[in-house]
């Protein structure tokens, strides 16, 4: 069994496991008809939500494999090869986008920009993302077992990170084209959210970094708008 189908296969017995600490599952309202899953791997959150009767139902991936697996495991939901940056269907194609720990591997303002373009006005985008918490704690872990190069990138996406909290923007992996990768703040978050035509912004961080914000209803933002924003961090 190759890595991407036992990581995947594992996967889906977490989404499929209401016990399992590390299962996380969207929201999904009966308005919801339409449903993207960007980086969705095998479909492992489509085929735990258990959407029968919507349509379309779709998963984007660039792990071919994991595509392949999800067409044996789903007849339901179709699979597609794209990047999260550049996506291969219509405006206002979709009710809801789900991208679960897929945007801190991607260019977050080009993401959020296509994610926006595809969802219909008032469509909800819901997504997980990475604290600076866990990357700091994986730079410790590789920096106490002397792994200098898996130290040095986990310092690139901490500064990738403070850039984005600071300024809004990201930096390319060097030694790599077109790769990018970050940890998220509140703050960061919001403003790339903010700039990419989203409003009613909420934010939780408890055991999970989540995030949801409605595409605006006109997707332009006038000069001087500042979105709903509501934090449910637990103390």
Not at 126 to 137: D, I, K, R, S, V
Not at 146 to 169: P, Q, S, T
Not at 185 to 210: C, D, M, V, Y
Request: proline share 5%; glycine share 8%.
């Amino acid at each position: 069994m190759t890595d991407s189908r036992k990581y995947n296969l594992e996967e889906l017995a977490i989404a499929m496991c209401p016990e399992d600490p590390r299962r996380i599952l969207p929201p999904v309202r009966e308005n919801h008809r339409s449903i993207l899953d960007i980086g969705g791997g095998a479909g492992q959150t489509l085929i735990a939500l258990d959407l029968g009767g919507r349509s379309p139902v779709v998963s984007v991936d660039l792990d071919f494999e994991a595509l392949s697996l999800g067409k044996e495991l789903s007849e339901g939901i179709d699979f597609v090869c794209a990047r999260g940056e550049s996506l291969p269907f219509k405006d206002h194609s979709f009710d809801m986008v789900i991208c679960r720990v897929a945007i801190p591997y991607m260019h977050i303002s080009k993401a959020l920009t296509e994610m926006g373009r595809v969802l219909r006005p008032g469509g909800l985008l819901w997504a997980t993302l990475h604290t600076f918490q866990m990357t700091a704690g994986e730079l410790l872990r590789h920096l106490v077992g002397f792994e200098i190069r898996g130290a040095i990138y986990r310092l690139y996406i901490l500064i990738n990170g403070v850039a984005l909290h600071y300024i809004g923007r990201q930096f390319r992996w060097p030694f790599s084209q077109g790769r990018y990768e970050s940890c998220q703040s509140p703050k960061g978050i919001t403003r790339s959210l903010h700039s990419a035509g989203f409003t009613e912004i909420r934010i939780q961080k408890n055991s999970f970094f989540i995030v949801t914000a409605e595409k605006n209803y006109n997707n332009k933002l006038q000069d001087g708008f500042q979105p709903s924003i509501t934090r449910l961090d637990q103390t």
